[in-house]
């Protein structure tokens, strides 16, 4: 294990009133020897280097990791030697270490054998189902573990595209509804495997504004301000949670969102591009930034239908004001509407602007709005009605089978008959709003 330094230079520093930005690094650095994360010590020239304790030497600095778990050639002696070198850290690290080729990060949905092991077959089995396809990882496949009976949603990455940031930000953000929990990863061959909690009943950010809004703008238009209010309000949560933990989601994107159909409660999902917001001096503003214009850019994707080609347009457009002209343009909503929405755009985008100024970062204010002009009485009707008009093959599915079955057995012919039932059914919307079942909508993490 080795130290990280840093040099540092403190002379003038006496007696002169320092920048915010300088006073800002100046205050983390004392933070972090009082804290014993770091200490000074002079160099052979005098300098005054900060070292950093338990931070690891990055080892096999010259590893290609496109070849990882292959052997390899070299083209020279040379290239040879180094090869071998790289190869024989390796292995050193492994038998000093004990390095495990796994870590079971929540032992009641995994148990391993005694021996540590897990494998198809004996520990687990692997479904017929599968859950997604990942760009990066390949099909999203479900595993259910033999011991704990857990079915697990389990994601593959080559270990050229792994980034540790994703198990590291995962870890952090620990057990929250906002995310999935992850159950396990580990290597295996040049692939890391990732068990995670499986979504039930999961739809995509993505497919619900492809495919689902329709359904909410032809059958409930009066719902979809406060729906998709109600969205922001989740998507921001989630990601003020992952910022309060000092981690930036960097891919917030409407496949990376979903939605349990069962609960409307979103989840976050997909930590393969998460960097941490605050490293040693560094502030990582771009990701704070990015993230909070990517929520705003999926809340005017599910509310007006708008998709800003990419977050550079979603801030030309606001800095420029020409959002106000898209605004104007888009129909089917009222003057009213269009000035809160502008307004709270308005409102999300200024925490990302000043980092010298209080509150940056901070979305608690839009939240707090959010929840004020949602009509807090009003919340759970209107998520009642949304799950109902937006999923209904969910939700209506056991109940046309029934429909269909006691037609069947009373006239044994009308099929006519039935399909008329189960239409009239699918535009009522208050047997609608009643069939979504009581204690699932009191399980809502979003309680406004
Ligand atoms: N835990 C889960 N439960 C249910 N479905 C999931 C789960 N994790 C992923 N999925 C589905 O699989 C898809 C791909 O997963 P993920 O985003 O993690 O892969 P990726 O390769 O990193 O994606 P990207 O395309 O963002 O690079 C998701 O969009 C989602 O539809
Ligand atoms: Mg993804």
């Given at each position: 294990m080795m130290a990280n330094t840093t040099n540092v230079?403190?002379?003038?520093?006496?007696?002169?009133?320092?920048?915010?930005?300088?006073?800002?690094?100046?205050?983390?650095?004392?933070?972090?020897?009082?804290?014993?994360?770091?200490?000074?010590?002079?160099?052979?020239?005098?300098?005054?280097?900060?070292?950093?304790?338990?931070?690891?030497?990055?080892?096999?600095?010259?590893?290609d990791k496109s070849k990882a778990h292959t052997i390899q050639e070299g083209k020279t002696a040379e290239d040879v030697r180094i090869r071998v070198d790289v190869c024989l850290e390796m292995i050193e690290a492994i038998k000093e270490t004990r390095t495990p080729s796994g870590v079971v990060?929540?032992?009641?949905?995994?148990?391993?054998?005694?021996?540590?092991?897990?494998?198809?077959?004996?520990?687990?089995?692997?479904?017929?189902?599968?859950?997604?396809?990942?760009?990066?990882?390949?099909?999203?496949?479900?595993?259910?573990?033999?011991?704990?009976?857990?079915?697990?949603?389990?994601?593959?990455?080559?270990?050229?595209?792994?980034?540790?940031?994703?198990?590291?930000?995962?870890?952090?953000?620990?057990?929250?509804?906002?995310?999935?929990?992850?159950?396990?990863?580990?290597?295996?061959?040049?692939?890391?495997?990732?068990?995670?909690?499986?979504?039930?009943?999961?739809?995509?950010?993505?497919?619900?504004?492809?495919?689902?809004?329709?359904?909410?703008?032809q059958k409930a238009p009066d719902l979809i301000r406060p729906f998709s209010l109600?969205?922001?309000?989740?998507?921001?949560?989630?990601?003020?949670?992952?910022?309060?933990?000092?981690?930036?989601?960097?891919?917030?994107?409407?496949?990376?969102?979903?939605?349990?159909?069962?609960?409307?409660?979103?989840?976050?999902?997909?930590?393969?591009?998460?960097?941490?917001?605050?490293?040693g001096f560094n502030f990582n503003h771009d990701g704070l930034k990015n993230d909070i214009l990517n929520a705003i850019r999926l809340f005017c994707g599910l509310y007006i239908g708008q998709d800003f080609e990419n977050n550079f347009v979603l801030e030309r457009e606001i800095k420029s004001g020409t959002l106000k002209k898209t605004l104007l343009e888009t129909s089917g909503l009222k003057e009213s509407e269009k000035d809160e929405l502008l307004q709270l755009i308005a409102m999300t985008y200024h925490v990302t602007q000043d980092p010298k100024q209080a509150g940056y970062g901070d979305t608690t204010p839009v939240l707090e709005h959010i929840e004020h002009t949602v009509y807090p009485d009003k919340m759970k009707d209107v998520l009642r009605k949304a799950a109902a008009i937006l999923f209904p093959d969910y939700y209506y599915g056991a109940r046309d089978i029934d429909l269909q079955a006691r037609a069947e057995v009373t006239d044994g012919r009308g099929d006519r008959e039935d399909e008329d039932k189960v239409d009239a059914f699918e535009f009522d919307l208050d047997a609608a709003a009643a069939a979504v079942p009581e204690e699932l909508l009191n399980r809502l993490r979003i309680s406004l």
């Open positions: 230079c403190f002379e003038g520093m006496q007696g002169t009133s320092l920048s915010p930005s300088t006073e800002e690094h100046f205050n983390f650095l004392l933070q972090a020897v009082q804290a014993g994360e770091a200490h000074l010590q002079q160099d052979n020239d005098g300098k005054v280097q900060i070292v950093y304790e338990n931070e690891k030497r990055i080892p096999l600095t010259h590893v990060i929540d032992r009641s949905k995994v148990q391993t054998s005694a021996q540590g092991k897990y494998e198809e077959g004996k520990q687990f089995e692997r479904l017929q189902e599968v859950l997604g396809k990942g760009n990066c990882a390949g099909d999203i496949v479900v595993v259910k573990d033999n011991k704990t009976g857990t079915e697990h949603a389990v994601k593959t990455v080559m270990i050229s595209e792994f980034s540790p940031d994703e198990v590291r930000a995962w870890v952090n953000l620990g057990e929250s509804e906002s995310f999935p929990s992850l159950y396990l990863f580990r290597l295996i061959d040049n692939k890391i495997v990732l068990h995670m909690e499986k979504i039930e009943h999961g739809v995509t950010l993505d497919d619900i504004i492809n495919q689902h809004m329709a359904n909410l703008w109600c969205m922001f309000h989740g998507l921001l949560s989630a990601v003020k949670e992952m910022h309060d933990k000092n981690w930036s989601h960097c891919d917030l994107h409407g496949g990376n969102v979903m939605m349990t159909k069962d609960t409307m409660t979103l989840k976050m999902l997909d930590f393969g591009m998460a960097k941490p917001l605050r490293q």
